[in-house]
């Protein structure tokens, strides 16, 4: 992959701006190895297991869902509106001419016209709005963690992952959805959620069949010699669509089941050292442990993985759970170095963020027993309906 900056003018260039979606997943082995491994093999796997926890993760995070979308709209009605110029932006000189005279002959308009953009500008937002303009950081509570989290520490964070995830009802699940509004300001408690239309648990277990069952559909392709079709009706070489397709397709059904975090518009770990000079750790590795058990195809899977996001549709850089104590030490010691770096070219806070988000995510996989992974290209289910 060419580096998103140019070596010697610039090298400090953090965030690249791949107008896409970066994930950060806390990843179980445990699913590629019983799940996707025979899948790649012989596609001899029950995925009742699984499916039954894809249709448990969207009903959770559909449910918190619900409590963003009310903030989301607090948020949008208290955008301050477009004000309108006073008078319309001349074509030509003779025309700004002809603007100028007439605005000196009637300073009424003029004067009018700033009083009714003061008026805008003086409009008053009921309490509960200027509760969560104050508080809510939308690229983090609305969008960058899995579920409404608004807590700081990453180890709190990791903590209301796992009591979403353990939640087995509605309730407790706006229970957990009302104490963390609460944690932003008690009067946000008596928010009103709001619901949007979601297929029916059926029709959405049927479709994460068909995409996973998509992944033996192309290594019997292989295996027979045959080009395989992509749902778009596109006809490829079945062995391409094995190393390009099924690695983000193995990821993409671990997101069905499992939380992550989100980003928008960045590059992923390697390359963030990479840009602030500081050598990638040695633990941060591609992702090819994760198909070791994919028998003959293995090698084929991984061959094309890199420790770094190359496109829209992308895993990159792989932490083993073994390792991961060790990411959140690098985080520790190295992340200041990488925001200095990203500072000097306005983007320190966005820097700040990424890596917070890498943070909680490397957290709630060492609690859990889990790797790190990086991907590109992926929604949770609840945003994806919307999306």
Same mark, same amino acid.
């Given at each position: 992959m060419n580096p998103p900056w140019t070596p010697g003018e610039e090298r400090g260039y953090i965030l690249r701006t791949m107008r896409g979606v970066v994930s950060f997943?806390?990843?179980?082995? +445990? %699913? %590629?190895n019983e799940t996707i491994a025979p899948l790649i093999r012989d596609g001899n796997v029950d995925l009742d297991p699984f499916l039954d926890r894809a249709i448990a993760a969207r009903r959770a995070a559909a449910r918190a869902r619900r409590f963003t979308r009310a903030l989301e709209a607090i948020l949008e009605a208290a955008r301050p509106p477009r004000i309108e110029p006073i008078v319309p932006k001349p074509s030509s000189a003779a025309d700004l001419v002809r603007t100028s005279v007439g605005l000196l002959r009637?300073?009424?308009?003029?004067?009018?016209?700033? &009083?009714?953009?003061? +008026?805008?500008? +003086?409009?008053?937002? !009921?309490?509960?709005?200027?509760?969560?303009?104050? &508080?809510?950081?939308?690229?983090?509570?609305? %969008?960058? /963690?899995?579920?409404?989290?608004t807590e700081s520490a990453p180890g709190a964070v990791a903590d $209301?992952?796992?009591?979403?995830?353990? =939640?087995?009802?509605?309730? =407790? $699940? +706006?229970?957990? =959805?009302?104490?963390? *509004?609460?944690? *932003?300001?008690? &009067?946000?408690? =008596?928010?009103?959620? /709001? !619901?949007?239309? *979601?297929?029916? !648990?059926?029709?959405y277990r049927g479709e994460v069949s068909r995409e996973v069952r998509g992944i033996s559909e192309i290594t019997d392709a292989v295996r027979k010699g045959k080009s395989w079709t992509s749902p778009a009706g596109e006809p490829r070489s079945a062995l391409d669509a094995l190393r390009s397709e099924v690695p983000w397709m193995a990821l993409r059904a671990h997101a069905r089941a499992a939380p992550f975090w989100l980003a928008r518009d960045v590059d992923g770990l390697a390359t963030m050292c990479r840009a602030t000079e500081i050598a990638p750790p040695a633990f941060l590795t591609t992702a090819a442990r994760l198909f070791l058990g994919a028998g003959s195809m293995a090698s084929e899977v991984a061959g094309s993985l890199q420790p770094e996001i190359e496109g829209p549709r992308a895993l990159g850089g792989f932490v083993a759970p073994e390792s991961v104590a060790d990411l959140i030490d690098f985080l520790t010691t190295q992340g200041a170095r990488i925001i200095r770096a990203a500072s000097r070219h306005g983007q320190g806070a966005a820097a700040a963020l990424v890596l917070k988000k890498i943070r909680e995510c490397a957290v709630y996989a060492q609690r859990s027993g889990s790797g790190y992974l990086e991907g590109s290209g992926l929604l949770p289910p609840d945003l994806e309906a919307e999306d």
């Open positions: 997943h806390p990843v179980g082995l +445990d %699913f %590629f009637s300073p009424r308009t003029v004067l009018q016209g700033i &009083k009714t953009r003061l +008026d805008q500008f +003086d409009r008053r937002l !009921d309490e509960i709005s200027r509760i969560v303009l104050e &508080k809510v950081e939308p690229e983090l509570h609305l %969008f960058g /963690r899995p579920y409404l989290i $209301l992952v796992r009591r979403y995830r353990e =939640a087995h009802s509605a309730t =407790a $699940l +706006d229970n957990l =959805a009302t104490e963390q *509004l609460i944690v *932003l300001s008690p &009067k946000l408690a =008596a928010l009103e959620p /709001r !619901d949007a239309p *979601l297929c029916v !648990d059926l029709e």
